[in-house]
Structure formats: structure tokens, C-alpha cells
């Protein structure tokens, strides 16, 4: 991953998708959803979790945040757990706005790329294990195609 500058600033959002079965809907596997942090400038992911919407599981993002990108501003949605772990340097906006123009395409890209996250799909994952593992194996290979 590319080393934080001053001026960067990070977008975040969350995705679902199935595993197991279309039945069970979920956010990236069940009882939970999937977290991403994507640095502006870069265009790599520098955090992500796998876990519910509750404001613990947004902290487990910003843990992993490294500490130099801790300091960036931060973009996202509406969801109230941003606001309660990421405080003064966050700001919820639409997607009107484009600030998070980035990480939409990001998702649109997860899902493009990986048939098991697109929401109308015949493809799913049978087991949380293997879901977390593409995806890790995923966000590995998409920060090295925008590594520095």
C-alpha cells in the first residue's frame, strides 16, 4: 500500500451479498456486511471488515486503518455508525455530491469482477470462510494493480 500524504482523503461504504443460498441475503455473509476504506488518491483499499452494521463493526474499520491514513478526511454515506468512530474529519454526503464516486466504482468493480457479490446471481458462496477469502484475495490483487 502506498504511504499516507497530508492531503489524502478516504471514501467508505458498505456491500451485501448471499452466501449460502439467495434465501439467506446478507451483508457479505451472514449477520454482517462488508466495510471498505479506499484512500482517494491511490485508489487502493487500505482498510476493510467483515461484520454487521452496528458501530463496533465500523470501529473494527477504523482499526485497521494504518495511522498515517487515520488523520485523512473521510467520506461515506449516511449511516450513523461513520459518524459515531470516524468523528470531526468525517462528513456523510449523497451520492449526488460525487465524494464517494470512488467507492461506488470500486463496488461496481468487486461486483463486475467476483460473480459471487452481484445481488442477481446464480453464483454464491457456500461457506463465510470461502466468501472472506475472495474477497481478501480480491482487494490483494486490485491494490497491487494500483500500487505506485
Given at each position: 500500500?502506498?504511504?499516507?500524504?497530508?492531503?489524502?482523503?478516504?471514501?467508505?461504504?458498505?456491500?451485501?451479498?448471499?452466501?449460502?443460498?439467495?434465501?439467506?441475503?446478507?451483508?457479505?455473509?451472514?449477520?454482517?456486511?462488508?466495510?471498505?476504506?479506499?484512500?482517494?488518491?491511490?485508489?487502493q483499499?487500505?482498510?476493510?471488515?467483515?461484520?454487521?452494521?452496528?458501530a463496533?463493526?465500523?470501529?473494527?474499520?477504523?482499526?485497521?486503518?494504518?495511522?498515517?491514513?487515520?488523520?485523512?478526511?473521510?467520506?461515506?454515506?449516511?449511516?450513523?455508525?461513520?459518524?459515531?468512530?470516524?468523528?470531526?474529519?468525517?462528513?456523510?454526503?449523497?451520492?449526488?455530491?460525487?465524494?464517494?464516486?470512488?467507492?461506488e466504482?470500486?463496488?461496481?468493480?468487486?461486483?463486475?469482477?467476483?460473480?459471487?457479490?452481484?445481488?442477481?446471481?446464480?453464483?454464491?458462496?457456500?461457506?463465510?470462510?470461502?466468501?472472506?477469502?475472495?474477497?481478501?484475495?480480491?482487494?490483494?490483487?486490485?491494490?497491487?494493480?494500483?500500487?505506485?
Open positions: 500500500m502506498a504511504p499516507a500524504q497530508p492531503d489524502d482523503v478516504l471514501e467508505l461504504d458498505e456491500l451485501w451479498s448471499f452466501v449460502q443460498c439467495k434465501a439467506n441475503a446478507c451483508w457479505v455473509y451472514p449477520k454482517g456486511h462488508k466495510w471498505v476504506a479506499l484512500c482517494r488518491r491511490t485508489r483499499v487500505v482498510s476493510w471488515f467483515a461484520g454487521d452494521r452496528s463496533d463493526s465500523c470501529q473494527k474499520l477504523w482499526d485497521g486503518i494504518p495511522e498515517a491514513y487515520r488523520r485523512s478526511h473521510a467520506y461515506s454515506d449516511f449511516w450513523q455508525a461513520y459518524q459515531k468512530v470516524f468523528g470531526e474529519n468525517h462528513r456523510s454526503v449523497g451520492k449526488e455530491t460525487g465524494e464517494t464516486a470512488h467507492i466504482r470500486w463496488n461496481n468493480t468487486l461486483r463486475q469482477r467476483l460473480a459471487r457479490f452481484v445481488r442477481k446471481s446464480l453464483s454464491f458462496s457456500k461457506k463465510d470462510c470461502f466468501h472472506r477469502i475472495a474477497l481478501q484475495l480480491f482487494i490483494h490483487e486490485y491494490n497491487l494493480e494500483h500500487a505506485s
